[in-house]
């Protein structure tokens, strides 16, 4: 008979392999973004929050002149379905609320942190929607800042928006906002000078944009658009991030993209296929843009014989039949990048954009490892 202290050890190491992962990796985060004016026309109530530890809604528009934010009555609506719908189906996953991207117009941004009245304008209105619609944080997306004062005074809206967080915080009982912003894939990507301390000092953490470096309307030869390396250059998310770690922001502050989406070329000679073959410009969609799950499609009808291949060398995927050549994340690329974030103790990964997921099938992989 096996003694009862022996069962018990084997149910305890059971369960404790079982608890390990949410134990040890506190410190790991799986984002997800959510573009809720997606043309695409995803419903919220329909998003696997469960693969995500943060979801960041994207984006909400900033006025010219009050340098509040500014939502339209769709916006409201949105934002509110889309908050009551998160705390319906995952209380434990938190929230996001993303100002700026291409909604916000680079002359906005400038001018709103260039003055103190208006940055105070801004942040005071962040923090009044985030908690109106219960988000537990803000992401700030201005892509880019063009000059020195530009990122200068960036620094300094994010010390103060820091310093108003913190002092909402303990006029309102809540904890505190969380408070992250988006950033190139590098800071050599121009001459600015980011506020790489303030940054440090006042962010809870960057999601490092590494996607989209190359697209087929921008080159005629095949090649990944989110490289994790690059033997021939720099523009690749690795150097990127090394970059970023040698200016001084720490590795486990950056959080690395995965992007659910790819682009299609059309080849000169579909003899020569591999990546950096020489092509004619986009296919299938009108600038080559496809979602993952558009791609898993496509290539379905074509059956498993012609089957997706992957370059390590730059760690993508691709799919070439004929003239038609697709460059993409699919499970090794993704299982290569959260391998090397983990390797590199990066904070996590955040994935553009949840609703190009295949029956979750990326979300998953990504999120057992
Ligand atoms: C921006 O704010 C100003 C001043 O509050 C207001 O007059 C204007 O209508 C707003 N613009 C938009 C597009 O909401
Ligand atoms: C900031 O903007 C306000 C309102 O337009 C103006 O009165 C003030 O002089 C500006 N401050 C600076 C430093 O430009
Ligand atoms: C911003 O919020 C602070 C703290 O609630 C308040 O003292 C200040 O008057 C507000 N400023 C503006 C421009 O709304
Ligand atoms: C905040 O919490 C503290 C301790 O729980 C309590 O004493 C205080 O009254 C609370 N303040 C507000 C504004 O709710
Ligand atoms: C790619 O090649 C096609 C056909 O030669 C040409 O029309 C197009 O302008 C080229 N695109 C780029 C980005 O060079």
């Known amino acids: 008979m096996v003694p009862k202290i022996v069962i018990f050890v084997v149910f305890y190491v059971f369960l404790s392999l079982q608890l390990c992962p949410s134990i040890a990796q506190t410190n790991w985060i799986r984002v997800g973004y959510y573009k809720y004016s997606s043309k695409y026309g995803f419903p919220i109530s329909k998003i696997n929050s469960a693969f995500f530890t943060h979801i960041v809604c994207a984006y909400t528009v900033v006025n010219s002149t009050s340098y509040q934010l500014s939502l339209s009555p769709a916006d409201e609506e949105s934002l509110s379905i889309f908050a009551e719908t998160m705390k319906k189906n995952n209380p434990s996953v938190a929230i996001l609320l993303c100002v700026g991207g291409n909604r916000v117009s680079y002359s906005t941004f400038s001018s709103m942190v260039s003055n103190s009245s208006y940055r105070e304008s801004f942040i005071n209105s962040s923090i009044k929607v985030a908690r109106l619609y219960g988000f537990q944080g803000i992401d700030f997306y201005w892509s880019y800042p063009e000059t020195n004062s530009d990122a200068f005074n960036m620094g300094i809206l994010f010390q103060e928006w820091r310093v108003a967080i913190g002092s909402e915080a303990r006029n309102s009982n809540n904890s505190q906002l969380i408070l992250t912003a988006q950033i190139p894939y590098s800071p050599c990507v121009s001459s600015t000078s980011y506020p790489i301390e303030t940054m440090q000092q006042h962010l809870d953490w960057v999601h490092v944009v590494s996607e989209g470096l190359t ?62 073959a020489r092509a004619t410009g986009p296919a299938i969609s009108t600038d080559g843009y496809l979602t993952y799950k558009q791609i898993k499609n496509y290539i379905k009808q074509y059956g498993p014989d012609v089957r997706v291949r992957y370059s390590s060398t730059y760690v993508v995927n691709y799919w070439t039949e004929g003239t038609t050549w697709i460059g993409f994340d699919d499970v090794e690329a993704i299982t290569a990048k959260v391998s090397y974030a983990k390797e590199k103790k990066l904070l996590g990964y955040f994935v553009w954009e949840v609703s190009f997921d295949d029956n979750w099938v990326l979300s998953r992989t990504a999120g057992k490892l």
């Open 215 to 276: 697209s087929p309307l921008w080159t005629n030869l095949t090649s990944a658009h989110a490289p994790l390396y690059d033997p021939s250059n720099l523009r690749n998310t690795d150097a990127g991030i090394r970059e970023w770690v040698d200016r001084g922001l720490s590795a486990n502050k950056l959080v690395l993209n995965l992007p659910f989406y790819g682009y299609a070329w059309k080849l000169e000679n579909p003899v020569n296929n591999g990546v950096g």
